[in-house]
């Protein structure tokens, strides 16, 4: 097993798999193939890593079953699909794209219902006078029964929704939706309201691994590749290049000195001028102090990685994927 490739799973089609895509080459981890009826495909430089297309539904299945090591997919599924996330997986890291909020959402007309308490005493008059249980619509139905359990309530019925979500108050198949939303419009356009405390999760795409899978020796090595770049490129994101002539002066080695420990960033100094990573959101600041100490020619350009010796996102996953198989 020591040379086994890792597998790692991506939707195979939709919005969200178009985003994966560019991130991941974004990240310099493009990928090759499974064009057209193609099933498989290949990380660019990373002999050992395998990728398998498979539909949304399938990622959270096959990392909690250990068929994949990676996986792609909106947390919304990963949460939704598996039957208890922290013993079989863990979320490595969410990714930024594909972000939707799952909600829950009530008719526009019920102007007296704007939260959770609030649905609970009309679910519970609806009972008295209907003689059956207020249906919620969703195909979220874990999700729905965890979140309407933390408020109390339970005297309603889930009616799994197989279609357009948010028509079933419309077409009488359903008084309530649990649903996901990007802007809300669809539910809007459907005269449907989110609940004031209505909010179960903010969902985005996230990076899962596997607790389950079979790690060998090159899966992890393909997994240290895959997260220095992920994380070599989230990092450049955050800094900018500053680069300056000092002419020597000493009031530049003491405002670098003070700067590297404020910012946390690495600083370099030489005879004529030096650099320093800094974080985007010092970079005016940072700019008035070296132009203070007398620092010319000061520029800014992007990074595009910035790796550092240690990766946490690795490390702490190793850790826990020891402990995990130490533990039976």
Not at 64 to 77: C, K, N
Not at 233 to 247: C, E, I, M, N, Y
């Amino acid at each position: 097993m020591s040379g086994a490739p890792l597998i790692i799973g991506l939707q195979s089609k939709g919005r969200l798999a178009e985003q994966t895509h560019d991130y991941l080459a974004t990240c310099g981890l493009a990928i090759t193939g499974g064009q057209g009826r193609e099933y498989t495909g290949r990380m660019a430089g990373l002999g050992a890593v395998e990728v398998v297309y498979l539909q949304s539904g399938e990622i959270p299945s096959q990392l909690e079953s250990g068929g994949l090591h990676l996986g792609i997919t909106g947390e919304d599924l990963l949460r939704e699909k598996t039957q208890d996330l922290d013993a079989c997986m863990a979320l490595l890291k969410p990714l930024g794209f594909g972000r939707a909020d799952l909600v829950v959402a009530t008719p526009r007309s019920w102007i007296d219902v704007r939260h959770m308490n609030d649905l609970n005493e009309v679910c519970t008059d609806f009972h008295r006078l209907h003689g059956r249980r207020l249906r919620v619509a969703t195909k979220y139905l874990s999700l729905t029964r965890q979140f309407f359990a933390r408020h109390g309530i339970s005297d309603y019925r889930i009616a799994e929704s197989l279609g357009a979500t948010e028509g079933a108050p419309n077409s009488g198949a359903a008084e309530a939706i649990v649903d996901i939303t990007s802007t809300g419009s669809t539910l809007s356009a459907n005269n449907l309201k989110v609940l004031d405390d209505g909010l179960i999760l903010r969902s985005q795409a996230c990076l899962a691994a596997s607790l389950t899978a079979n790690w060998s020796d090159a899966a992890r090595q393909s997994l240290r590749r895959i997260l220095d770049m992920i994380q070599g490129r989230s990092r450049a994101t955050d800094f900018k290049l500053v680069q300056f002539a000092s002419g020597g002066s000493k009031s530049v080695a003491r405002i670098l000195a003070a700067l590297e420990k404020e910012l946390a960033c690495p600083v370099q100094l030489d005879g004529a001028g030096g650099s320093l990573h800094c974080p985007a959101a010092a970079l005016y600041s940072v700019m008035t102090r070296l132009r203070e100490a007398g620092c010319k020619h000061v520029s800014v350009a992007p990074l595009e990685y910035i790796f550092e010796p240690q990766n946490l996102l690795y490390d702490d996953f190793i850790a826990r994927l020891n402990n995990n198989w130490s533990g039976k």
